[in-house]
């Protein structure tokens, strides 16, 4: 069966969108067929991927019809790995007067038989507590939280695991999300990163089995790769060869969420 899993924080900045794009690539690197769906306004990731299609994910949402996700799936230049493209206009779901809105993704992946084709379904959430996010947060199986070794980042991550256990309570939201993981990303390996790691520690004493092994290093390679619309497999430098090891190591512990 498709996993489908939804990938978020509340907070902005902490490369929620790159570590969405390198668990595909990971996923992909493993063999796996992956459909990423685009639900941030900001559709950084529809932007990288380059692509544009005759529908996206606004115009799935907005409709409301059940089993029409697939019709707006595009393929992308990256093996293995096709897209729901997202559109600024997205975030008219969260503002509009519109029928069980918070429902609607869940709606669209179900019943959509081409869709049985993706052994995973990466949703790509906003950066906040909104119809959004809840659209991403019920339609999925599995949730992968992203955090950076802030002075905020526990709290951050504190506030919104209470949403998700909101959705995991409430019988007509989606009681069997299951919380796949907490990764940590943009680590800085520099000799002035006693902070950070001090930040890390907290993180991995406060959230324990949940946080994932490997931390995701801060390395030039996810810009250079984003900007240039390229997977982290084509950008020929140690540290991206480095980050996507770490990828295909996140890639398989998520598999074993499910």
Known sequence: MTQVTAVGNRKGGVGKTSVTLGLAQGLALLGREV?????DPQADLTDTLGVEGEYNVFDVLYAGEDGTLGQAVVASEWPHIDVV???????????????????RLKGAIAGAGELAKYDHILIDTPPAIGRLTLNGLIAADTLVVVT???????RGVQEYLATVEKVQKASYLNPGLRVGGIVINKFQTNPKTAEQAFQVQQIQETFGEL????ILPLRTAIPDSQSAGTPLTKVSTRGAMHLVEHFVELARKIERSK
Request: charged letters at 25%; glycine letters at 6%; zero cysteines.
């Open 35 to 39: 459909l990423l769906v685009d639900v």
């Open 148 to 154: 950076e070794p802030g002075r905020f980042s526990v």
């Open 85 to 103: 493209p997202g559109s600024s206009d997205v975030a008219r779901i969260d503002t509009e007067q519109l029928t069980a809105p918070e429902q």
């Open 211 to 214: 946080v994932l092994d490997p």
